[in-house]
């Protein structure tokens, strides 16, 4: 079972930027490839992007590339979203899904792909 806890999510101005962590707990951890998604109030979850288990390929969405990135340390069970710029429009909760890896890590950017989930952290960027 493998269990993912969010966090660095806060409220910040309009040009700031955050880093948040998805931290994981469980062995099987190692060979996840991990998802970062964002729900605004009255929206559908939105994929931001995703990496592979060795943490070697990452893909982001051309909409948040150049302002989001996505990296991990293996060492620490960690996957974290860089969000550089950030706006308004960003405003959301933010949430890690993880799932076994697989070749082709862009395929992997639908919910359903993801079979284990953090609790999700919010981010609120003012003007």
């Known amino acids: 079972q493998v269990q993912l806890v969010e966090s660095g999510g806060g409220s910040v101005q309009a040009g700031d930027s955050l880093r948040l962590s998805c931290a994981a707990s469980?062995?099987?951890?190692?060979?996840?490839?991990v998802g970062w998604f964002r729900q605004a109030p009255g929206k559908e979850r939105e994929f931001i992007g995703v990496?592979?288990?060795?943490?070697?390929?990452?893909y982001v969405v051309d909409s948040m590339k150049g302002r989001f990135t996505i990296n991990r340390d293996r060492s620490k069970n960690t996957v974290y979203l860089q969000m550089n710029s950030l706006k308004p429009e960003d405003t959301a909760v933010y949430y890690c899904?993880?799932?076994?890896?697989?070749?082709?890590?862009?395929?992997?950017?639908?919910?359903?792909?993801?079979?284990?989930w953090g609790q999700g952290t919010q981010v609120t960027v003012s003007s």
């Open positions: 899904g993880g799932d076994f890896s697989r070749p082709g890590i862009a395929t992997m950017r639908s919910s359903a792909d993801f079979g284990f």
């Open positions: 469980g062995r099987t951890f190692s060979m996840y490839a």
């Open positions: 990496i592979n288990w060795t943490g070697t390929s990452a």
